[in-house]
């Protein structure tokens, strides 16, 4: 999240990985974090899921690796990038959350999204919910609590598919404002984009070119209602690309693309050697 610890850095880069197969260890993952922040990098962002298509087989679950991951590095932001709040309860992710971020000193980032069945069929694998639209609003709800209970002060939430009544969540998270979150969305639709506008950050699913990142972006500023709050834009790309024409466009961080079919951890140690992007 942009603020005055970080103004001076520009363009700010996270190790974005799936933690999967050869890195479906937390201690693995952990010492990574570790050389990655020694190396300079901004952040150390993991993949939530439960399952993914072959060929990957192990998968790790992403709250108990980032726990290490925050017990093992000082300074890099963490979090999972991004997380189905659909499928997860919001009054124990609120708990995670606030755990988590007081573990981590307040560097947690929560980066959410309605999920898909796409990858792994980890949705209709375990019951869950199919339909597109009732996830987006399983996942505004969510949303609504977690930021109740981030307060700190009692929570009477009485929606469609969620209850908490009278409920009150301390410790808060370490962060006053609360974790930033970061919502996952296509840059074409209008209403995921509405819904980043609300937060504090935004992840482009799919993007394809800097001027489709550029158009989401001054959509979402339109819709803002505090301008001049702090605000992020993560940008997902291929290590060596230049990343110039999507700072141009709006972005604030770098995630680094790195594909579960072609995982390796000496791909991943040879990313984080190359170190953070330059401008």
């Known amino acids: 999240m942009t603020d005055a610890a970080d103004a001076t850095v520009g363009l700010r880069?996270?190790?974005?990985?799936?933690?999967?197969?050869?890195?479906?260890?937390?201690?693995?993952?952990?010492?990574?974090?570790?050389?990655?922040?020694?190396?300079?990098?901004?952040?150390?962002?993991?993949?939530?899921?439960?399952?993914?298509?072959?060929?990957?087989?192990?998968?790790?679950?992403?709250?108990?690796?980032?726990?290490?991951?925050?017990?093992?590095?000082?300074?890099?932001?963490?979090?999972?990038?991004?997380?189905?709040?659909?499928?997860?309860?919001?009054?124990?992710?609120?708990?995670?959350?606030?755990?988590?971020?007081?573990?981590?000193?307040?560097?947690?980032?929560?980066?959410?999204?309605?999920?898909?069945?796409?990858?792994?069929?980890?949705l209709s694998k375990t019951g869950e919910q199919l339909d597109d639209r009732l996830r987006g609003e399983m996942l505004d709800e969510s949303l609504e609590i977690l930021t109740a209970a981030w307060s700190g002060r009692p929570v009477h939430h009485h929606g469609r598919h969620y209850t908490v009544d009278d409920f009150e969540f301390l410790p808060t998270p370490a962060q006053p404002a609360g974790v930033p979150v970061w919502v996952g969305a296509f840059p074409g639709k209008s209403k995921p984009l509405r819904r980043a506008a609300k937060y504090q950050g935004f992840f482009p699913v799919n993007l394809e070119h800097p001027d489709q990142l550029a158009e989401a972006v001054a959509t979402i500023a339109a819709q803002r209602t505090d301008p001049a709050a702090p605000f992020d834009v993560a940008v997902e790309l291929e290590p060596g690309v230049d990343p110039a024409p999507y700072v141009k466009a709006g972005a604030t961080w770098w995630l680094t693309a790195i594909s579960p079919l072609t995982l390796s951890l000496d791909h991943v140690r040879g990313v984080l050697r190359d170190g953070p992007a330059r401008l």
Not at 13 to 28: I, K, Q, R, T, Y
Not at 56 to 75: F, G, H, K, Y
Not at 94 to 111: K, M
């Open 13 to 122: 880069s996270g190790l974005w990985v799936p933690p999967f197969d050869e890195l479906a260890d937390p201690v693995l993952l952990a010492h990574l974090a570790a050389d990655a922040e020694a190396a300079g990098w901004h952040g150390v962002f993991v993949w939530d899921h439960l399952h993914w298509r072959a060929p990957v087989r192990r998968v790790l679950d992403p709250w108990i690796t980032l726990a290490a991951i925050a017990s093992s590095t000082e300074t890099v932001r963490l979090g999972p990038m991004v997380t189905p709040l659909p499928r997860r309860r919001p009054a124990k992710l609120a708990r995670e959350t606030a755990t988590l971020d007081r573990l981590s000193a307040g560097r947690l980032i929560l980066g959410v999204g309605i999920g898909g069945d796409g990858s792994g069929q980890e």
